[in-house]
């Protein structure tokens, strides 16, 4: 069962973009916390390792 595809009008069309927008910027801040979060709990010691 196929939906016909619906038209967005101009105003729809940008807020869609804005939530996609905030959506995205919080992802990426949430994947540079765990990062950082993943080098606090590791510590300096991962500098220090044998080669």
């Known amino acids: ?3 016909p ?11 869609r973009r804005k939530r996609s927008l905030a959506l995205a910027l919080t992802l990426g801040a949430l994947v540079v916390l765990f990062y950082l979060v993943t080098i606090a709990k590791i510590g300096p010691q991962i500098l220090q390792r044998p080669m």
Request: hydrophobic fraction near 30%.
């Open 5 to 15: 595809p619906s038209r967005l009008t101009p105003e729809e069309q940008k807020r």
């Open 1 to 3: 069962m196929a939906f």
